[in-house]
T-cell receptor, first 112, second 111 residues
Framework: GENVEQHPSTLSVQEGDSAVIKCTYS??????FPWYKQELGKRPQLIID?????GEKKDQRIAVTLNKTAKHFSLHITETQPEDSAVYFC???????????FGTGTSLTVIP | NAGVTQTPKFRILKIGQSMTLQCTQD?????MYWYRQDPGMGLKLIYY???????DKGEVPNGYNVSRSTTEDFPLRLELAAPSQTSVYFC??????????FGPGTRLTVL
């Protein structure tokens, strides 16, 4: 099955700086890569996603890049704000589409 | 649309008791999932279903059972609760090969 690794496990940045979280996957047939944000005590919620036929996608301060050759994808948050502090999970979905394989999470702290 | 709903929100069980965690979605999604999340940890898949009448084991199925008699409902049954099952349980649903929507979670403590 698919194996997703996520780094770093914790990340602290100053407000206004950028944050980058990277995930690697093992199954070259995976074709959908969502990113979830989970605030303390809340449910995971989708913040951005990308499909394998696209190399980059942006939504305001958030962007995701995908390198299919290297089998890795990254979340980029620019101009970080304290409300960006949360745990972020990446996931990969194989072409069978029946399971999400989640990374282990990155705890992001934005220091005011 | 209510999305994915879960009941109860909180529950305390004694060792050896049983209970059912309820999950309902009103988005007509075929795919439904149960995860557990231990404190400070990631999501571990317990069971999933690709449609009514079809269920399959995930990474950590021991001590749990599921059924899927309708598209909307996907209850999770805990038999003979153990302290190791203390966790937050999330139900999720999705169309095939697309974003999963999570319920608000059930916080379970087994004492």
């Amino acid at each position: 099955g698919e194996n997703v690794e996520q780094h770093p496990s914790t990340l602290s940045v100053q407000e206004g700086d950028s944050a980058v979280i990277k995930c690697t996957y093992s199954d070259s047939a995976s074709n959908y890569f969502p990113w979830y944000k989970q605030e303390l005590g809340k449910r995971p919620q989708l913040i951005i996603d990308i499909r394998s036929n696209v190399g980059e996608k942006k939504d305001q301060r958030i962007a995701v890049t995908l390198n299919k050759t290297a089998k890795h994808f990254s979340l980029h948050i620019t101009e970080t704000q304290p409300e960006d502090s949360a745990v972020y999970f990446c996931a990969a979905i194989p072409s069978t589409g029946n399971q999400f394989y989640f990374g282990t999470g990155t705890s992001l702290t934005v220091i005011p | 649309n209510a999305g994915v709903t879960q009941t109860p929100k909180f529950r305390i069980l004694k060792i050896g008791q049983s209970m059912t965690l309820q999950c309902t979605q009103d988005m007509n999604h075929n795919y439904m999932y149960w995860y557990r999340q231990d404190p400070g940890m990631g999501l571990k898949l317990i069971y999933y279903s690709v449609g009514a009448g079809i269920t399959d084991k995930g990474e950590v199925p021991n001590g749990y059972n599921v059924s899927r008699s309708t598209t909307e409902d996907f209850p999770l049954r805990l038999e003979l609760a153990a302290p190791s099952q203390t966790s937050v349980y999330f139900c999720a649903s999705s169309p095939r090969d697309a974003v999963q929507f999570f319920g608000p979670g059930t916080r379970l403590t087994v004492l």
